[in-house]
C-alpha cells in the first residue's frame, strides 16, 4: 500500500494478491499468527510501545483495510500521542505533530516486533502541518488495537483463511 498524501486523487494506492504471496511488493514472512476470529482477522498483541508509552498486557487487534489511521481505545491513544508529543484538536478530532518528528509504535505479536515507522504514522497536510495517523475509539466489540493503513503500509498482511491465520512480511515499498 503506496503512502499517496493528504488529497492525492487518481493514484494507485495498492495491490490484492489472490492464492498467494506477492514477492514483488512483499519480503519473506516474518510469521504466522493463529487468527482467533477470522470473520475480522483478530489475533493476539503481547504488548504495545511508543515513545516511553508501554502496554504490556496480552491483548487482541484486527487487521483492518478499512481502516485509514492507527486505532485504539481513546485512553491509549490519549497517551501515546501525550508520549510523541502530538496535540490533539477537537474540532478535528486529530492528533497533529511537528512534521520533523519521528515517531514509531512497535507492536509484539507472538515472539516478533512490528515497527510502524514514522513515514507511515505522519500525514504531511501542508508544508507546515502534519497529523499523527492514529485515532481513538470508545467502547469496541473486543478488539484493543486496530492496525489499519500505517501498520498495512509498512507489512504485507496475508489472509490465510484456509488455516484461519494471518501472516505478516515486510513491505518492499516502504
Known amino acids: 500500500m503506496e503512502r499517496v498524501g493528504w488529497e492525492a486523487e487518481n493514484v494507485f494506492g495498492g495491490v490484492v494478491t489472490y492464492g498467494g504471496l506477492n514477492k514483488q511488493h512483499c519480503g519473506d514472512v516474518i510469521a504466522y499468527e493463529p487468527a482467533s476470529v477470522a470473520t475480522y482477522w483478530k489475533f493476539k498483541v503481547v504488548n504495545v510501545t511508543a515513545g516511553g ?6 491483548s487482541e487487534a484486527i487487521s483492518d483495510t478499512s481502516s485509514s489511521f492507527f486505532g485504539a481505545s481513546s ?4 497517551a501515546i500521542a501525550s508520549k510523541l508529543n502530538a496535540t490533539y484538536m477537537s474540532e478535528h478530532d486529530l492528533y497533529y505533530i511537528d ?7 512497535t507492536l509484539t505479536i507472538g515472539k516478533h516486533k512490528y515497527t510502524i515507522e514514522s513515514k507511515n504514522l505522519i500525514i504531511r497536510v501542508d508544508e507546515n502541518t502534519c497529523i499523527l495517523a492514529i485515532n481513538g475509539f470508545g467502547a469496541f466489540w473486543g478488539a484493543n488495537w486496530v492496525l489499519g ?3 498495512i ?4 498482511n496475508i489472509y490465510d483463511l484456509g488455516n484461519k491465520r494471518i501472516g505478516f512480511a515486510r513491505s518492499l515499498q516502504v
Open 53 to 58: 508509552y508501554v502496554y504490556q498486557y496480552s
Open 75 to 78: 485512553y491509549n491513544v490519549e
Open 99 to 105: 512534521c520533523n518528528a519521528n515517531p514509531s509504535i
Open 149 to 151: 493503513a500505517p501498520f
Open 153 to 156: 503500509r509498512q507489512f504485507c
